[in-house]
């Protein structure tokens, strides 16, 4: 039974940095074979994959924001950090950790935080 859990602040000013993390019971993230992955929905749009980091603390990017976000980790805490650098109103979404599989070529997301609201506003 895993189970993920997302905190951090609500309301974000724009240019200001945000961090956002994930609490996971019931597995390891040091875990082969798992992805652990941050997904933000804006507004009115679809899922967004942001990225995710795997068993070993590597992380990896949508190319759209591997400029503007960075995943570390917590091993002791059982917990992986998302950090956006420089906010802007476009970032203001519900933000989601979620435990990603691959079978094959294919990903699926087998276990989701509940999801966290951001806003970025002054």
């Known amino acids: 039974q895993v189970q993920l859990q997302e905190s951090g602040p609500g309301l974000v000013k724009p240019s200001e940095p945000l961090s956002l993390t994930c609490s996971v019971s019931?597995?390891?993230?040091?875990?082969?074979?798992?992805?652990w992955t941050w997904i933000r929905q804006p507004p009115g749009k679809g899922l967004e994959r942001i990225g995710y980091?795997?068993?070993?603390?590597?992380?990896t990017y949508s190319p759209a924001l591997k400029s503007h976000a960075s995943i570390s980790r917590d091993t002791s805490k059982n917990q992986f950090t998302l950090h956006l650098t420089s906010v802007t109103p476009e970032d203001t979404a519900v933000y989601y950790c979620a435990r990603e599989i691959r079978i094959g070529i294919l990903r699926m997301y087998d276990s989701w935080g509940q999801g966290t609201q951001v806003t970025v506003s002054s």
């Open positions: 019931g597995g390891s993230i040091t875990l082969n074979n798992y992805y």
């Open positions: 980091t795997d068993y070993r603390g590597n992380s």
